[in-house]
């Protein structure tokens, strides 16, 4: 038996419901939920947000990016075989948005590679505007800290952030957007007319 599946005997045995690591087909569907962070590498990663997992975590990062709050932050923390972090403002690990800390959301959902969290500092619940990407899986954040999402294109971009805490010559958000490919796709529709 996997561990997955352990875990999810156990929860069940506890009356516990499981949130399962593929999302809901209308989180999947809605456009509000894919973040596009096109980067200074040339790369471009597509995260599908989990307000099913973190609904208070997904719609602070959907407020600050219509903000236009994560343009030109850069990834200052990264940690090859561990994870990129990005989101603060001063570029230094110790900033946020000026909107209030919040509440952890901690889940059994496992951080595996691609996996996005929201960063905070020792204290449960002083998440803010930070997040970081998983380069591989650590069960040591299971349930300590808070997965908010997931990324469905682009980890080779993720894989080409720059490393080093800071880096010498960081990686940065060019620009981050909610649902922008979803959008472009919706106005390119063509009609078939038959012959």
């Known amino acids: 038996m996997g561990p997955l599946l352990a875990v999810g005997l156990a929860s069940a045995a506890f009356g516990q419901a499981v949130p399962s ?14 973040l596009t962070l096109s980067l200074s590498n040339g790369g471009t990663v597509v995260i599908l947000l989990r307000p099913d997992l973190a609904p208070n ?30 989101g603060d403002p001063t570029g230094t690990g110790e900033g ?15 951080f ?3 996996t996005v969290g929201a960063a905070r500092t020792e204290a449960p619940d002083t998440a803010n505007s ?11 954040l299971d ?11 682009g980890m080779d971009a ?7 805490e800071p880096p010498a010559e960081p990686t940065k958000i060019v620009t981050a957007k ?3 490919k979803a959008r472009v796709h919706a106005r390119c529709r063509l009609r078939f007319r038959p012959s």
């Open 21 to 34: 690591i593929a999302p809901p087909p209308a989180v999947a569907a809605n456009p509000a939920n894919k």
């Open 57 to 86: 975590h997904v719609a602070r990062i959907q407020s600050l990016v219509r903000r236009g709050f994560y343009n030109g932050l850069i990834f200052h923390r990264v940690v090859p075989d561990f994870m990129a972090q990005g």
């Open 96 to 110: 946020g948005s000026d909107l209030p800390d919040l509440k952890a959301e901690f889940t059994s959902v496992p």
């Open 112 to 114: 595996l590679r691609g």
């Open 130 to 140: 930070q997040f970081f990407i998983m380069f591989v899986p650590n069960a040591n």
């Open 143 to 153: 349930g300590n800290y808070t997965v908010l999402g997931r990324v469905i294109s």
């Open 158 to 164: 993720v894989d080409k952030i720059a490393p080093g």
């Open 178 to 180: 909610l649902g922008a």
